[in-house]
Nanobody
Framework: VQLQASGGGFVQAGDSLRLSCATS????????MGWFRQVPGKEREFVAA????????YYTDSVKGRFIISRDNAENTVTLQMNSLKPEDTAVYYC??????????????????WGQGTQVTVSS
């Protein structure tokens, strides 16, 4: 499985960005999908995850009410709509796929496939 993330950029605080992750293969609907982010010198952190059907969603507290994760199993894509962006959201964002069959996980170790990352920079 290959994941290709896109949509990052440089924005002002309060602006919005939409990240997309396109995946290859015919088993996209069998993966839990997640978004993580990482800043230099820090560990990669969980942002959001969505179950295989899309019926269950989980966010880290710092993005609740601002970010929306969604997926399109027909198009093999997962998106992260980021609204009301803050400077502390600045990071490289990664999409990831978990093939374990569980509901979803916030742990980096649970995810089997990763995209290459897309930079999001939010200026104050």
């Amino acid at each position: 499985v290959q994941l290709q993330a896109s949509g990052g950029g440089f924005v002002q605080a309060g602006d919005s960005l939409r990240l997309s992750c396109a995946t290859s293969g015919r088993t996209f609907s069998s993966y839990v999908m997640g978004w993580f982010r990482q800043v230099p010198g820090k560990e990669r952190e969980f942002v959001a995850a969505i179950s295989r059907s899309g019926s269950s969603i989980y966010y880290t507290d710092s993005v609740k009410g601002r970010f929306i994760i969604s997926r399109d199993n027909a198009e093999n894509t997962v998106t992260l709509q980021m609204n009301s962006l803050k400077p502390e959201d600045t990071a490289v964002y990664y999409c990831a796929a978990d093939r374990s069959g569980g509901l979803f996980s916030t742990r980096v170790e649970s995810y089997d496939y990763w995209g290459q990352g897309t930079q999001v920079t939010v200026s104050s």
